[in-house]
Protein backbone atom coordinates (compact mmCIF):
# COMPACT_ATOMS: atom_id res chain seq x y z
CA UNK A 1 0.00 0.00 0.00
CA UNK A 2 2.80 2.35 1.04
CA UNK A 3 4.85 1.81 -2.20
CA UNK A 4 2.53 0.02 -4.50
CA UNK A 5 5.22 -3.17 -4.60
CA UNK A 6 5.59 -6.31 -2.37
CA UNK A 7 8.55 -5.52 -0.49
CA UNK A 8 11.67 -8.04 1.81
CA UNK A 9 9.91 -8.44 5.12
CA UNK A 10 11.25 -6.68 7.73
CA UNK A 11 12.23 -3.61 5.86
CA UNK A 12 10.60 -0.77 4.69
CA UNK A 13 9.70 0.11 0.80
CA UNK A 14 12.84 -2.03 -0.15
CA UNK A 15 12.48 -4.68 -3.08
CA UNK A 16 14.40 -7.81 -3.17
CA UNK A 17 17.41 -6.30 -5.18
CA UNK A 18 18.13 -3.79 -2.98
CA UNK A 19 15.99 -0.77 -4.84
CA UNK A 20 14.31 1.26 -2.58
CA UNK A 21 10.93 2.91 -3.42
CA UNK A 22 9.35 6.11 -3.08
CA UNK A 23 7.00 5.76 -0.86
CA UNK A 24 3.28 7.27 -0.75
CA UNK A 25 3.72 10.38 1.16
CA UNK A 26 6.74 11.55 -0.85
CA UNK A 27 4.39 11.64 -4.10
CA UNK A 28 2.05 13.33 -2.40
CA UNK A 29 3.96 15.94 -0.56
CA UNK A 30 5.47 16.60 -3.59
CA UNK A 31 1.98 17.55 -5.07
CA UNK A 32 1.32 19.75 -2.28
CA UNK A 33 -0.78 17.44 -0.10
CA UNK A 34 -0.27 17.48 3.79
CA UNK A 35 0.08 14.35 4.94
CA UNK A 36 -0.51 12.67 8.80
CA UNK A 37 0.49 9.79 10.35
CA UNK A 38 -2.21 8.26 13.41
CA UNK A 39 -1.44 5.55 15.21
CA UNK A 40 -1.26 3.75 18.98
CA UNK A 41 2.01 2.18 18.31
CA UNK A 42 5.68 3.93 18.79
CA UNK A 43 5.13 6.72 15.73
CA UNK A 44 8.23 4.80 13.86
CA UNK A 45 6.66 1.65 13.93
CA UNK A 46 5.94 -0.48 10.51
CA UNK A 47 2.71 0.66 9.12
CA UNK A 48 3.17 4.62 9.49
CA UNK A 49 7.06 4.11 8.20
CA UNK A 50 5.55 1.90 5.40
CA UNK A 51 3.77 5.65 4.04
CA UNK A 52 6.46 7.78 4.36
CA UNK A 53 10.08 6.32 4.84
CA UNK A 54 12.06 3.86 3.06
CA UNK A 55 15.48 2.32 2.60
CA UNK A 56 15.58 1.16 6.18
CA UNK A 57 14.45 -1.98 8.02
CA UNK A 58 11.49 -1.82 10.13
CA UNK A 59 13.92 -1.80 13.11
CA UNK A 60 15.70 1.30 12.42
CA UNK A 61 13.34 3.16 14.24
CA UNK A 62 15.48 6.47 15.18
CA UNK A 63 16.40 6.57 11.15
CA UNK A 64 12.70 6.51 10.35
CA UNK A 65 12.45 9.47 13.09
CA UNK A 66 15.09 11.44 11.33
CA UNK A 67 13.09 10.57 8.22
CA UNK A 68 10.25 12.17 8.94
CA UNK A 69 11.75 14.95 9.72
CA UNK A 70 13.39 15.66 6.81
CA UNK A 71 10.46 14.77 4.78
CA UNK A 72 8.58 17.26 6.38
CA UNK A 73 5.82 14.85 7.49
CA UNK A 74 3.17 17.59 8.60
CA UNK A 75 1.33 15.71 11.56
CA UNK A 76 2.95 12.89 13.44
CA UNK A 77 0.87 11.52 16.89
CA UNK A 78 1.50 8.34 18.58
CA UNK A 79 4.25 6.42 20.84
CA UNK A 80 8.02 6.50 20.73
CA UNK A 81 9.86 8.66 22.97
CA UNK A 82 12.68 7.01 23.26
CA UNK A 83 13.83 7.17 19.97
CA UNK A 84 13.70 10.69 20.12
CA UNK A 85 15.90 11.23 23.01
CA UNK A 86 19.41 11.33 23.25
CA UNK A 87 19.64 9.20 26.44
CA UNK A 88 18.57 6.48 24.69
CA UNK A 89 19.66 6.52 20.90
CA UNK A 90 22.70 4.79 19.56
CA UNK A 91 23.48 8.38 18.02
CA UNK A 92 23.08 10.51 21.46
CA UNK A 93 21.52 12.82 19.20
CA UNK A 94 18.88 15.05 20.69
CA UNK A 95 15.81 15.33 18.03
CA UNK A 96 13.41 17.08 19.53
CA UNK A 97 15.13 20.56 19.24
CA UNK A 98 15.46 19.96 15.64
CA UNK A 99 12.12 19.26 15.44
CA UNK A 100 11.14 22.43 16.75
CA UNK A 101 14.02 23.95 14.32
CA UNK A 102 11.89 22.47 11.54
CA UNK A 103 8.60 24.04 12.44
CA UNK A 104 7.28 21.29 14.94
CA UNK A 105 4.75 21.66 17.90
CA UNK A 106 6.05 19.11 20.06
CA UNK A 107 4.15 17.08 22.60
CA UNK A 108 4.10 14.77 24.85
CA UNK A 109 1.25 14.54 27.62
CA UNK A 110 -2.17 15.23 26.80
CA UNK A 111 -2.31 18.17 28.65
CA UNK A 112 0.14 19.35 26.16
CA UNK A 113 -2.05 18.30 23.02
CA UNK A 114 -5.43 19.66 23.98
CA UNK A 115 -3.31 23.22 24.15
CA UNK A 116 -1.99 22.27 20.36
CA UNK A 117 -2.56 25.16 17.93
CA UNK A 118 -3.32 24.41 14.32
CA UNK A 119 -0.06 26.56 12.80
CA UNK A 120 2.80 25.16 12.28
CA UNK A 121 3.83 21.09 12.08
CA UNK A 122 2.66 18.53 14.96
CA UNK A 123 5.01 15.99 16.50
CA UNK A 124 2.76 14.28 19.16
CA UNK A 125 4.50 11.03 21.29
CA UNK A 126 2.79 10.29 24.15
CA UNK A 127 4.84 6.86 25.85
CA UNK A 128 8.25 5.88 26.01
CA UNK A 129 7.03 2.58 23.38
CA UNK A 130 3.57 1.97 22.22
CA UNK A 131 0.58 3.78 24.17
CA UNK A 132 -1.26 1.48 26.76
CA UNK A 133 -3.36 -1.03 25.41
CA UNK A 134 -6.86 0.93 25.83
CA UNK A 135 -8.37 -1.63 28.53
CA UNK A 136 -5.57 -0.29 30.60
CA UNK A 137 -6.13 3.28 29.39
CA UNK A 138 -9.88 3.03 30.72
CA UNK A 139 -8.94 1.44 34.00
CA UNK A 140 -5.75 3.62 35.21
CA UNK A 141 -6.74 6.97 35.72
CA UNK A 142 -2.97 7.89 35.07
CA UNK A 143 -2.89 6.55 31.50
CA UNK A 144 -5.29 9.13 30.80
CA UNK A 145 -3.38 12.37 32.25
CA UNK A 146 -0.97 11.61 29.73
CA UNK A 147 -1.92 9.82 26.82
CA UNK A 148 -4.93 10.95 24.37
CA UNK A 149 -7.57 8.54 23.12
CA UNK A 150 -7.21 7.17 19.70
CA UNK A 151 -10.22 8.59 18.64
CA UNK A 152 -8.75 12.07 20.24
CA UNK A 153 -5.90 11.74 18.34
CA UNK A 154 -8.20 11.67 14.97
CA UNK A 155 -10.71 14.33 15.73
CA UNK A 156 -7.61 17.05 16.15
CA UNK A 157 -5.72 15.86 13.81
CA UNK A 158 -8.92 16.23 10.95
CA UNK A 159 -9.62 19.37 12.72
CA UNK A 160 -6.17 20.83 11.95
CA UNK A 161 -6.32 19.29 8.39
CA UNK A 162 -10.18 20.47 7.82
CA UNK A 163 -8.41 24.22 6.12
CA UNK A 164 -6.22 22.39 3.90
CA UNK A 165 -7.07 22.29 0.43
CA UNK A 166 -6.00 18.76 0.23
CA UNK A 167 -4.54 15.80 2.52
CA UNK A 168 -4.14 12.31 3.29
CA UNK A 169 -4.00 10.35 6.78
CA UNK A 170 -3.30 7.34 8.07
CA UNK A 171 -5.06 6.35 11.27
CA UNK A 172 -3.81 2.99 12.77
CA UNK A 173 -5.88 1.18 15.68
CA UNK A 174 -1.81 -0.69 15.96
CA UNK A 175 -2.25 -2.24 19.06
CA UNK A 176 -5.05 -4.43 18.31
CA UNK A 177 -2.18 -7.06 16.64
CA UNK A 178 -0.24 -6.62 19.96
CA UNK A 179 -3.36 -8.10 22.27
CA UNK A 180 -3.59 -10.72 19.10
CA UNK A 181 -0.16 -11.49 19.10
CA UNK A 182 -0.17 -11.95 23.17
CA UNK A 183 -3.29 -14.30 22.94
CA UNK A 184 -5.18 -11.22 24.82
CA UNK A 185 -8.77 -11.29 23.53
CA UNK A 186 -9.67 -8.31 26.06
CA UNK A 187 -6.79 -6.14 24.81
CA UNK A 188 -7.66 -6.79 21.43
CA UNK A 189 -11.50 -6.03 21.25
CA UNK A 190 -10.75 -2.59 23.41
CA UNK A 191 -8.46 -1.65 20.97
CA UNK A 192 -10.51 -2.69 18.34
CA UNK A 193 -13.69 -0.57 19.69
CA UNK A 194 -11.00 2.35 20.26
CA UNK A 195 -10.38 2.03 16.38
CA UNK A 196 -13.90 1.53 16.22
CA UNK A 197 -14.54 5.13 17.27
CA UNK A 198 -11.74 6.89 15.44
CA UNK A 199 -13.86 5.52 12.33
CA UNK A 200 -16.87 7.46 13.77
CA UNK A 201 -14.60 10.80 13.73
CA UNK A 202 -13.80 9.91 10.35
CA UNK A 203 -17.30 9.52 9.14
CA UNK A 204 -17.91 12.58 10.91
CA UNK A 205 -15.49 14.24 8.69
CA UNK A 206 -16.78 12.48 5.68
CA UNK A 207 -19.96 13.45 5.87
CA UNK A 208 -19.14 17.25 6.49
CA UNK A 209 -16.92 17.03 3.78
CA UNK A 210 -18.18 14.75 1.24
CA UNK A 211 -15.56 15.05 -1.76
CA UNK A 212 -12.85 13.24 0.85
CA UNK A 213 -12.57 9.41 -0.17
CA UNK A 214 -12.09 7.33 3.60
CA UNK A 215 -11.00 3.70 3.28
CA UNK A 216 -10.73 1.01 5.88
CA UNK A 217 -9.46 -1.78 5.88
CA UNK A 218 -6.13 -4.24 7.73
CA UNK A 219 -3.10 -5.52 6.90
CA UNK A 220 -3.64 -8.73 8.40
CA UNK A 221 -5.29 -11.28 11.25
CA UNK A 222 -3.43 -12.56 13.90
CA UNK A 223 -4.13 -15.40 16.14
CA UNK A 224 -7.36 -16.53 14.90
CA UNK A 225 -9.49 -15.58 17.66
CA UNK A 226 -12.68 -17.40 17.71
CA UNK A 227 -16.16 -17.06 20.29
CA UNK A 228 -16.50 -20.97 20.89
CA UNK A 229 -19.62 -22.82 21.27
CA UNK A 230 -19.47 -23.59 25.11
CA UNK A 231 -22.12 -25.31 27.20
CA UNK A 232 -24.74 -27.46 26.76
CA UNK A 233 -26.49 -26.53 23.20
CA UNK A 234 -23.79 -23.70 23.38
CA UNK A 235 -25.68 -21.69 25.98
CA UNK A 236 -22.63 -20.68 27.67
CA UNK A 237 -21.29 -18.73 25.20
CA UNK A 238 -22.65 -15.18 25.58
CA UNK A 239 -22.65 -15.86 29.40
CA UNK A 240 -18.77 -16.30 29.07
CA UNK A 241 -18.34 -13.35 26.83
CA UNK A 242 -19.94 -10.94 28.60
CA UNK A 243 -16.98 -11.70 31.19
CA UNK A 244 -15.29 -9.57 28.81
CA UNK A 245 -16.26 -6.66 30.67
CA UNK A 246 -15.04 -7.76 34.22
CA UNK A 247 -11.05 -7.48 33.00
CA UNK A 248 -9.20 -4.49 33.93
CA UNK A 249 -5.74 -5.36 32.75
CA UNK A 250 -4.00 -6.41 29.53
CA UNK A 251 -2.07 -9.39 29.55
CA UNK A 252 1.14 -7.15 29.33
CA UNK A 253 0.22 -5.41 32.96
CA UNK A 254 -0.61 -9.07 34.28
CA UNK A 255 3.21 -9.97 33.41
CA UNK A 256 4.85 -7.04 35.04
CA UNK A 257 3.16 -8.69 38.23
CA UNK A 258 4.81 -12.03 37.81
CA UNK A 259 7.95 -10.58 36.67
CA UNK A 260 7.23 -12.20 33.39
CA UNK A 261 9.65 -10.29 30.65
CA UNK A 262 7.69 -9.34 28.04
CA UNK A 263 7.93 -6.37 25.08
CA UNK A 264 6.87 -3.66 27.84
CA UNK A 265 9.27 -4.81 30.70
CA UNK A 266 11.74 -1.94 32.00
CA UNK A 267 15.64 -2.96 31.44
CA UNK A 268 17.06 -3.46 34.60
CA UNK A 269 19.58 -0.83 35.54
CA UNK A 270 23.23 -1.84 35.57
CA UNK A 271 24.09 -4.77 38.22
CA UNK A 272 20.62 -5.29 39.03
CA UNK A 273 19.42 -8.57 39.55
CA UNK A 274 15.99 -9.49 37.64
CA UNK A 275 13.34 -10.72 40.84
CA UNK A 276 12.48 -14.22 40.40
CA UNK A 277 9.70 -14.97 38.34
CA UNK A 278 6.21 -16.15 39.65
CA UNK A 279 5.81 -19.93 40.22
CA UNK A 280 3.49 -20.32 43.51
CA UNK A 281 -0.25 -21.35 41.96
CA UNK A 282 -2.15 -19.53 45.22
CA UNK A 283 -0.41 -16.45 44.07
CA UNK A 284 -0.57 -16.52 40.16
CA UNK A 285 -4.40 -17.37 40.97
CA UNK A 286 -4.78 -14.27 43.17
CA UNK A 287 -3.53 -11.66 40.51
CA UNK A 288 -5.77 -13.23 37.30
CA UNK A 289 -8.66 -13.17 40.15
CA UNK A 290 -8.26 -9.46 40.95
CA UNK A 291 -7.44 -8.65 37.29
CA UNK A 292 -9.96 -10.77 35.45
CA UNK A 293 -12.40 -11.28 37.87
CA UNK A 294 -12.37 -15.66 36.96
CA UNK A 295 -11.89 -17.81 40.07
CA UNK A 296 -9.33 -20.09 38.38
CA UNK A 297 -8.80 -23.23 40.22
CA UNK A 298 -5.21 -23.56 41.58
CA UNK A 299 -4.58 -27.05 39.18
CA UNK A 300 -5.54 -24.67 36.24
CA UNK A 301 -2.52 -21.67 37.60
CA UNK A 302 0.33 -24.90 38.35
CA UNK A 303 -0.07 -25.39 34.83
CA UNK A 304 0.57 -22.07 33.78
CA UNK A 305 3.18 -21.82 36.23
CA UNK A 306 6.32 -23.65 34.20
CA UNK A 307 5.41 -21.31 31.16
CA UNK A 308 6.05 -18.27 33.29
CA UNK A 309 9.59 -19.51 33.75
CA UNK A 310 9.96 -20.91 29.91
CA UNK A 311 10.14 -24.48 31.30
CA UNK A 312 6.09 -24.90 29.49
CA UNK A 313 6.11 -28.40 26.75
CA UNK A 314 3.20 -27.33 24.21
CA UNK A 315 2.24 -29.90 21.84
CA UNK A 316 1.85 -26.85 19.52
CA UNK A 317 5.25 -25.16 19.45
CA UNK A 318 3.62 -21.87 18.17
CA UNK A 319 1.43 -22.03 21.62
CA UNK A 320 4.48 -22.86 23.61
CA UNK A 321 4.57 -19.50 25.83
CA UNK A 322 3.36 -17.61 28.73
CA UNK A 323 0.68 -15.19 26.61
CA UNK A 324 -0.28 -18.11 24.70
CA UNK A 325 -0.89 -20.35 27.09
CA UNK A 326 -2.61 -17.56 29.62
CA UNK A 327 -4.37 -17.08 26.56
CA UNK A 328 -5.61 -20.88 26.37
CA UNK A 329 -6.51 -20.23 30.46
CA UNK A 330 -8.30 -17.00 29.87
CA UNK A 331 -10.40 -18.63 27.19
CA UNK A 332 -12.13 -20.67 30.17
CA UNK A 333 -13.57 -17.05 31.26
CA UNK A 334 -14.24 -15.60 28.59
CA UNK A 335 -15.21 -18.22 25.61
CA UNK A 336 -12.47 -17.24 22.83
CA UNK A 337 -10.01 -18.96 22.17
CA UNK A 338 -6.90 -19.19 19.71
CA UNK A 339 -4.96 -21.42 17.13
CA UNK A 340 -1.64 -19.41 17.72
CA UNK A 341 0.54 -16.62 18.21
CA UNK A 342 1.00 -15.13 14.71
CA UNK A 343 -0.29 -13.78 11.69
CA UNK A 344 -2.92 -15.79 9.75
CA UNK A 345 -3.62 -16.19 5.90
CA UNK A 346 -7.45 -14.85 5.66
CA UNK A 347 -8.95 -12.14 3.59
CA UNK A 348 -8.88 -9.08 5.17
CA UNK A 349 -12.12 -6.82 4.59
CA UNK A 350 -11.83 -3.20 2.73
CA UNK A 351 -14.78 -0.84 2.49
CA UNK A 352 -14.92 2.69 1.57
CA UNK A 353 -17.17 5.84 0.80
CA UNK A 354 -16.38 8.94 -0.81
CA UNK A 355 -15.66 9.69 -4.27
CA UNK A 356 -13.42 6.59 -6.06
CA UNK A 357 -14.82 4.30 -3.11
CA UNK A 358 -15.94 2.05 -6.57
CA UNK A 359 -12.30 0.94 -7.07
CA UNK A 360 -12.40 -0.56 -3.79
CA UNK A 361 -14.62 -3.37 -3.88
CA UNK A 362 -14.53 -7.26 -4.41
CA UNK A 363 -10.95 -9.08 -3.99
CA UNK A 364 -8.47 -6.56 -5.35
CA UNK A 365 -4.25 -7.08 -4.61
CA UNK A 366 -3.05 -4.86 -1.65
CA UNK A 367 -0.14 -3.06 -3.98
CA UNK A 368 -3.71 -1.93 -5.74
CA UNK A 369 -4.61 0.19 -3.20
CA UNK A 370 -1.09 2.32 -4.36
CA UNK A 371 -2.05 3.14 -8.24
CA UNK A 372 -5.81 3.81 -7.08
CA UNK A 373 -4.27 6.33 -4.62
CA UNK A 374 -2.08 8.13 -7.03
CA UNK A 375 -4.72 7.88 -10.30
CA UNK A 376 -7.24 9.22 -7.98
CA UNK A 377 -4.91 12.20 -6.87
CA UNK A 378 -3.76 12.57 -10.82
CA UNK A 379 -0.47 11.77 -9.55
CA UNK A 380 1.20 9.97 -12.84
CA UNK A 381 4.16 7.64 -11.21
Known amino acids: WGSGSRIVNGTVNIL ?5 LTPL ?3 FGQQGWKRAL ?23 AEGIAVQYMERGIEVLLGGGQKFFDPAKRKDKRDLLPDYQKAGYQVFKTAKEFAAAKNDGKWLGIFANSHLPFSV ?19 RKALAKLENEGRFIMQVEGGRVDHGAHMCDAVAALYDQLAFDEAI ?23 GNPGLNGLGSNYCFSSALFTNVQRVKKSF ?13 TLALAKGAVAPPIQQDAKAIADTLREATDYQVS ?22 NSAVAQLGQLMANHLGVGWTGTAHCSDFVPLVATGP ?18 TQLAGIDF
Open 16 to 20: PDGTI
Open 298 to 319: LEKAAVLAPYLAKKGKAQFTLM
Open 252 to 264: SEILKQWNVPGPD
Open 38 to 60: VTTTEITHATPAGFAASGLKREA
Open 356 to 373: GAERFRGFIQNTDVFRHY
Open 136 to 154: DWTHDAKHKETVPHLAELT
Open 200 to 222: DACLDFQRRHPDTLLVITTDHPT
Open 25 to 27: YTL
